[in-house]
């Protein structure tokens, strides 16, 4: 189901949003995520949901303003929801948006990179600030959602189905061997 939503300053989507303050400093450390909306256009009739494909121009810093990577002196970066090939913040930031829009998201380091982070570029422990603008969405086809959600639910069923019949002709196999060998003997202590 597609879901219309005016223009909003935040985007509240299915995320919560909470800043803690930490004891000792006066930096707030982000918990969960955080997505504003800095553009949207006039007319947005399709937001993006998991399995469709998104190109995006990103950039992204870390909280004290450093550019970590950036696509804005490249080609926008191909994103398939849902198939992890961005950190989980960002891809979570991607759902629910249109063609057009931008978007400033706040990404806490469990959605990023985490405590080893990605040395030397990104320190552990570190959150993450992305500037997103969506250039093309492209919405899954019946096919693709075929491909997608079906295809490896029936893969899962035919493993064990496959697996049983291996099973069942190695055992017909053995259960039959042993009575071919005793034929053999037999007739040898006859010969004798």
């Not at 998104?54 to 490249?74: A, F, N, P």
Request: net charge positive; proline share 5%; glycine share 8%.
């Amino acid at each position: 189901m597609r879901i219309r939503t005016g223009i909003a300053l935040i985007f509240l989507a299915a995320f919560t949003f909470v800043a803690a303050e930490d004891g000792d400093s006066s930096e707030s450390v982000i918990e969960q995520l955080v997505v504003e909306t800095l553009v949207k256009p006039e007319t947005c009739t399709v937001t993006s949901e998991m399995g469709d494909t998104l190109q995006i121009h990103y950039t992204g810093r870390l909280m004290d303003g450093k550019v970590i990577d950036t696509s804005l002196s490249r080609e926008p970066l191909v994103v398939e929801l849902g198939k992890r090939s961005v950190i989980t913040g960002l891809e979570q930031a991607l759902v629910g948006l249109c063609e057009g829009q931008k978007i400033k998201a706040t990404i806490p380091a469990h959605l990023a990179y985490g405590k080893r982070g990605y040395p030397p570029t990104i320190p552990g422990d570190s959150t993450l600030e992305f500037e997103v603008e969506v250039i093309s969405l492209s919405q899954q086809t019946p096919w693709q959602k075929i491909v997608n959600d079906i295809l490896p639910l029936l893969c899962l069923a035919l493993v064990p189905t496959l697996l049983g019949l291996v099973g069942l002709y190695l055992y017909n196999k053995a259960r039959a061997q042993p009575q071919g060998k005793k034929k053999s003997k037999d007739k040898k202590s006859k010969k004798k």
